[in-house]
């Protein structure tokens, strides 16, 4: 048992994302395409933005692949 006082070890700076990350945003990405496939194309989209923009400073390999999918639900909407 550790004690309350025990710190975490912080990763490096310039440490890319842990892996836990990196599989929670394959199944973020996979959602947002379940939802826009079910007809919730906008809703994706602007979830796949507000992923993006928490994204864009921190991880930009998963933010990344948050822009690849609105751009490419973007030209499924109909308004």
Known sequence: MTSPDATV???PAGAGPSAPARRLSDVL???LEELAAA???EAA???AGQAYATLRRSDREAARRFD???HRLTRRLSW
Do not use: H, M, N, Y
Request: charged share 25%; net charge positive.
């Open 29 to 31: 990405v996979a959602s």
């Open 39 to 41: 007809g919730r194309i």
């Open 9 to 11: 070890p912080e990763r």
């Open 45 to 47: 989209c602007r979830l």
């Open 68 to 70: 690849v999918l609105l």
